[in-house]
């Protein structure tokens, strides 16, 4: 199901005002894994040393690595790499930071969201426990709450004290220190 959004935005096709196909949770995560299924992803190798310190070396260390293996043959064929395959994989991945910034704006944006949704039905539902428990009061509504009330009051983490034990600690006293005599 589609809902519509109060922001407007201009259609790619028609070039008019049109607002934008607002999508389902559920068709959001169909549209993401048939976007997964046409990225080009790869997994690491199992036993892979430091891999974030890998591929933190600084951008100017790298490049200086990449000239050097188009400079001298013998480095080129110790790496195994040709440094015009070097650059190329160098410029994918920098184009793909783009992808992973826009992914992690859209995943804190949706779970922002999400938090705020899960607030509001949270807000909702301690209200109504406390309209609830205000009109269980009233023997006209008594019987028919009751359940739900015991039900919420059994699930409630909010307003509830840490049972005390029942046994009364023995109180802790201090051994009198036997007053000095002076001779």
Known sequence: MASSNTHDAVSPTTGTDQPPVMLSPEEVVQQLRTLRNQIPLETPPTASPKPRRLANVNPQFTTAAINAVGAVDIVQSAVG?????????????????????????????????????????????????SICRQLARDTAHAPRLAAHIAQMRQTNKFGRRNKKSTENPAPQTTPQQPSPTHA
Do not use: C, K, P
């Not at 704006?105 to 039905?121: A, G, H, P």
């Open 81 to 129: 790499r040709s440094d015009q395959d070097l650059r190329q994989e160098n410029e994918i991945a920098l184009r793909w930071t783009a992808v992973e910034d826009e992914l992690r704006t859209l995943l804190n944006n949706v779970s922002q969201t999400n938090l705020l949704r899960r607030q509001r039905v949270g807000l909702a539902a301690l209200q109504t426990y």
